[in-house]
């Protein structure tokens, strides 16, 4: 599901600071209350756990500044399912596929199953991290093997005006190389099949990626993605900053969520994050819940509330970090040239 990064990608960074039509953004200050934010691009990744059923109501609660969800499959989840499309909208996701079943078309049945009944579905995600081996979380898919599953499954959803995402691909170097196989496999398929010789495209909507590690890095990937798909618009369906301590984390937190929200071209994003501490595959200070089921300060930050002081690996409470930008102060997190030259995306696109 996630591919760690902790080193700056410096070839991308340079592609990032050399773009055309970048612009400088000014640093801002805010009043006390910038630190309940509010953002119609945000969602929510949704991993529950058995064990503890009650924490999946705490991101519906009202008024939440989530919007939409997936949860790494094809079907609604049964907690959200009395909450319609306009409140909460489900994507589903066809998160992998083999080799020996290229022409399953499970996923394009249960999709048009959900439209047929009702649920207006606008949106599928495809292939979660396929360019990783499922040891490290992927769903290690061939390119060729993704390219059939696509032209079976996902060509047939677009007809009916549903709108598609790329696959998902990690962070790492693989993944834009990954997309552009894929991508000329499908083209390939489609043009060898009824085209009468013409040479023709596999279409998308948006391009999904995801990120772990530091703020430059991220905006780096960004940039790497932006400059490989010129005009494409993004989801950042996965990103966190993982196993660091807890300053470091809410400034990443903080920073990344102000930079996607100016980004014109990130249409939608999604913290990795919506589980309890204990519960924590990216370090503790990363979850938006405590070991006792309480929403952190990023927890509550994410859904627009102010902060709760929680410390996430014990669930009691302490003085509150205070949330970059609030009570007047300057953003001054990562005042690198790495990091100068990442906000210069903000107003590219």
């Given at each position: 599901?996630?591919?760690?990064?902790?080193?700056?990608?410096?070839?991308?960074?340079?592609?990032?600071?050399?773009?055309?039509?970048?612009?400088?953004?000014?640093?801002?200050?805010?009043?006390?209350?910038?630190?309940?934010?509010r953002s119609a691009k945000r969602g929510l990744a949704f991993?529950?756990?058995?064990?503890?059923?009650?924490?999946?109501?705490?991101?519906?609660?009202?008024?939440?500044?989530?919007?939409?969800?997936?949860?790494?499959?094809?079907?609604?989840?049964?907690?959200?399912?009395?909450?319609?499309?306009?409140?909460?909208?489900?994507?589903?996701?066809?998160?992998?596929?083999?080799?020996?079943?290229?022409?399953?078309?499970?996923?394009?049945?249960?999709?048009?199953?959900?439209?047929?009944?009702?649920?207006?579905?606008?949106?599928?995600?495809?292939?979660?991290?396929?360019?990783?081996?499922?040891?490290?979380?992927?769903?290690?898919?061939?390119?060729?093997?993704?390219?059939?599953?696509?032209?079976?499954?996902?060509?047939?959803?677009?007809?009916?005006?549903?709108?598609?995402?790329?696959?998902?691909?990690?962070?790492?170097?693989?993944?834009?190389?990954?997309?552009?196989?894929?991508?000329?496999?499908?083209?390939?398929?489609?043009?060898?099949?009824?085209?009468?010789?013409?040479?023709?495209?596999?279409?998308?909507?948006?391009?999904?990626?995801?990120?772990?590690?530091?703020?430059?890095?991220?905006?780096?990937?960004?940039?790497?993605?932006?400059?490989?798909?010129?005009?494409?618009?993004?989801?950042?369906?996965?990103?966190?900053?993982n196993d660091q301590d807890l300053a470091t984390t809410q400034?990443?937190?903080?920073?990344?969520?102000?930079?996607?929200?100016?980004?014109?071209?990130?249409?939608?994003?999604?913290?990795?994050?919506?589980?309890?501490?204990?519960?924590?595959?990216?370090?503790?200070?990363?979850?938006?819940?405590?070991?006792?089921?309480?929403?952190?300060?990023?927890?509550?930050?994410?859904?627009?509330?102010?902060?709760?002081?929680?410390?996430p690996d014990s669930g009691t409470s302490s003085p509150a970090?205070?949330?970059?930008?609030?009570?007047?102060?300057?953003?001054?997190?990562?005042?690198?040239?790495?990091?100068?030259?990442?906000?210069?995306?903000?107003?590219?696109?």
């Amino acid at each position: 599901m996630r591919v760690f990064n902790r080193t700056l990608p410096l070839l991308a960074l340079s592609c990032l600071c050399s773009g055309a039509g970048a612009s400088t953004i000014t640093s801002t200050s805010t009043s006390t209350s910038a630190a309940v934010s509010r953002s119609a691009k945000r969602g929510l990744a949704f991993t529950p756990n058995a064990t503890w059923p009650q924490d999946n109501y705490l991101w519906t609660r009202s008024p939440s500044d989530l919007t939409w969800y997936y949860n790494y499959g094809a079907s609604p989840s049964p907690v959200y399912s009395n909450l319609s499309q306009d409140v909460f909208a489900f994507v589903p996701m066809l998160w992998g596929g083999s080799s020996s079943r290229t022409s399953d078309t499970t996923f394009l049945a249960t999709v048009t199953g959900l439209l047929s009944h009702g649920i207006e579905i606008s949106h599928v995600l495809t292939f979660n991290e396929p360019d990783l081996s499922t040891d490290y979380g992927g769903s290690d898919v061939d390119p060729m093997v993704a390219a059939k599953i696509w032209v079976a499954n996902i060509i047939p959803l677009q007809a009916t005006g549903v709108k598609v995402g790329l696959p998902a691909c990690s962070g790492g170097w693989g993944a834009v190389p990954w997309l552009s196989q894929f991508l000329g496999n499908c083209s390939k398929l489609i043009s060898t099949d009824g085209s009468g010789g013409v040479t023709r495209n596999c279409t998308y909507d948006f391009i999904p990626l995801h990120w772990y590690g530091n703020f430059e890095g991220l905006a780096s990937h960004i940039g790497t993605y932006a400059a490989a798909f010129p005009n494409a618009t993004f989801w950042v369906t996965e990103f966190n900053d993982n196993d660091q301590d807890l300053a470091t984390t809410q400034s990443f937190f903080n920073t990344s969520i102000e930079y996607l929200d100016r980004l014109a071209h990130v249409e939608r994003y999604s913290f990795f994050g919506a589980f309890r501490s204990t519960a924590s595959n990216v370090g503790p200070n990363a979850a938006m819940l405590s070991a006792g089921g309480k929403l952190t300060d990023i927890g509550a930050w994410y859904l627009g509330e102010a902060a709760t002081g929680v410390v996430p690996d014990s669930g009691t409470s302490s003085p509150a970090i205070r949330r970059p930008g609030s009570s007047g102060a300057y953003i001054r997190a990562l005042l690198t040239p790495a990091f100068a030259c990442a906000l210069l995306l903000v107003s590219v696109y």
